[in-house]
């Protein structure tokens, strides 16, 4: 990790737009401040976990079909060590100077890419699906929380057809809002956050449970 560079924005820039904690929903206050250019750059990611002047932001790819959602577990080969066997349902991770950010043009379109890299580098999505940023996640009360900074993507796919690559993928499965509920207590905070939002993330009712 040492050489390792990541994107980041100060947290001033945050600071400025409105601090939250949890998921704002309010994308068009804060992406256009991250965004515009020389406001994001990359820096060692090694001094950035221990810096909180900084937020890394990271996507946090969420994949629904059918009133499901694609669940896994994080394995040993984790790259942020705090989280490993802890469910998840984003998929994501740190930007990279190798995904060519023009930091001094328009970012947003080049960040995109940067996602469905970041996101096939893991997965292997074999359904056609759309991609819209929905969220952001805040949570400065945790040692991980107060260094990053989630941007939630919903990929509504047509099929449940997602296999894994990478080998911290463990226990891949899709799985409904009530079966996420009852394990609750194994998901990563942000998880947590996304999971009590599902219907304001997918812009679907929650569905009733059936009768029994």
Known sequence: MSGEQVLVVERA?????????????????????????????????????TDPRFKQLIPYVILGC????LSYVRGQRAGEGRLIGRRS???????????EMPLFGDMRE???????????????????????????INDDSTEVGRVHLGIVHYWALDRQEVAKREQMITQLSFMSAA????????????????????????GEPTRPHPAR
């Open 13 to 49: 820039v945050l600071e400025e737009a409105g601090v939250f904690h949890g998921l704002s929903f309010d994308v068009d206050r804060y992406l256009p401040r991250f965004f515009a250019p020389g406001v994001a750059r990359f820096m060692l990611r090694a001094a950035a976990e």
């Open 179 to 202: 079966e996420l509920q009852s394990v609750r207590e194994t998901l990563e905070t942000w998880s947590q956050f996304c999971l009590d939002h599902l219907p304001q993330i997918t």
């Open 89 to 99: 349902i984003g998929i994501g991770g740190h930007i990279n100077p190798v995904d």
């Open 66 to 69: 059918d009133g499901k959602y």
């Open 110 to 136: 080049a960040y995109l890419a940067a996602v469905r890299r970041e996101v096939v580098e893991e997965i292997d999505v074999r359904s056609p699906h759309t991609d819209r940023i929905v969220a952001l």
